[in-house]
């Protein structure tokens, strides 16, 4: 797990704990848009709105055929 998604993941942890222990209704939506400069902007809302900016790796061509690729 790279450092920059570790806030990212702790976020939607609390949030999730507190949507469970509440006693009504809730909701959670996470929104991922790309970026320039190998970023993602992650929006978290859960009535109020959470902002992240992470780095990522795309994936090759490569790598995702590999991943679908099966062999008998």
Known sequence: MLPTKAPVKTCLINLLDELIEHDGFGSLKVDIRLLRRGQKEIIIDCGKQYRF?????PASNDANNNKHHTTD
């Open 53 to 57: 900016v992470v780095d990522f790796q």
